[in-house]
């Protein structure tokens, strides 16, 4: 989930949800209450059990060394192998999607809620990106909406980094106080967006969790479509179509797989094309993806046979 959330397009929700903790996730984040909080300083035995903190503890250190691996290693490969590491989450949301899909009785009311699910994820993955803002009440409220993304299947949190402006801001952050190499600025960024992915965290989980308590099967029929509908923002031959030039205040058309400059330009909008005319600018790596995507795919099911197995 921490390697997930460092990058745009792949959600840690997604990561939860196929691995079956999505709804211990959400019960457990709820379970976080001035209540319970209060049990800290009178009884630690059944504080740590109302919190549920052995899955949280583990759960949370494994995403910190996740998010150090995403923030200093993924993102690398984003930027030279980016087709095939899309083509690896590609193949995993996909076959998630017919994983879980399973588990739902498809009838009419489903499937709408399914394709609502599915127009709503593909109408954020074409969105333009915004221009950010260093401004810490702004960095607050994009972390109170980053939240949603950590705990909805198919919406990334880096993606709504990156809508907001904030992603290279953000993991420049980051990378600054991984290597040590950090002043009080970056730290107050960080402050900032994490004092308001807290304060989004418990207001959303209480929200999905009364949906899956009373509205099961419609909740995952939503979340499936959600998932289906993000593959657009997962295709690995991407063409950037036009982006904006922030030096000359204009749009330019870019008709590459690469931006110019990174901090010049910003991606306006995209095209997803077949291999054969991604060649047409850049090597598309074909095998190298249609294997990365079986790689997701067999790893999916293999996390699906031996679940069923254990039950």
């Known amino acids: 989930m921490g390697v997930a959330e460092a990058i745009p397009g792949v959600s840690g929700g997604t990561i939860a949800f196929i691995t079956g903790i999505y709804q211990e996730l959400i019960e457990t984040i709820k379970s976080i209450t001035p209540t319970n909080l209060k ?68 009838n009419f009311k489903h499937v709408i809620l399914g394709l609502i699910g599915a127009i709503i994820s593909y109408f954020i993955t074409t969105i333009s990106p915004a221009e950010g803002s260093e401004n810490l009440i702004y960095i607050f409220f994009v972390g109170s909406i980053v939240v949603s993304a950590l705990m909805l299947p ?14 290279h801001t953000v993991m420049g952050a980051l990378k600054s106080v991984f290597k040590f190499d950090f002043g009080s600025g970056e730290l107050l960024m960080i402050g900032a967006m994490i004092a308001g992915v807290l304060v989004g965290l418990f207001s959303f989980a209480r929200l999905l969790s009364y949906m899956f308590k009373n509205y099961e099967q419609s909740t995952m029929a939503l979340l499936i ?34 931006l110019p400059e990174l901090e010049t330009f910003k991606i306006v ?37 031996f679940d069923r197995a254990s039950d």
Request: glycine share 12%.
């Open 39 to 106: 049990l800290l300083f009178s009884d630690f035995g059944a504080f740590w059990k109302a919190i549920n903190g052995q899955f949280l503890t583990t759960l949370l250190s494994g995403m910190a060394v996740g998010i150090v691996f995403g923030v200093l290693v993924i993102t690398h490969f984003l930027e030279t192998e980016k087709e095939i590491l899309w083509g690896f989450f590609f193949g995993l949301v996909l076959a998630s999607a017919f994983l879980l899909g399973r588990d739902v009785s498809w």
């Open 225 to 258: 479509g959600v998932l289906l509908g993000s593959l657009n923002k997962l295709w690995p031959w991407k063409l950037i179509d036009t982006a904006y030039d922030r030096v000359n205040d204009t749009l330019v058309t870019i008709n590459s797989t690469v």
């Open 269 to 305: 909008s995209e095209l997803n094309l077949l291999p054969s005319n991604y060649s047409l600018y850049n090597d598309p790596k074909t095998a190298m993806v249609v294997g990365a995507m079986i790689a997701g795919i067999i790893i999916i099911g293999a996390m699906g046979y």
């Open 154 to 167: 198919g919406v990334s949190g880096s993606f709504i980094l990156l809508l907001f402006g904030l992603y």
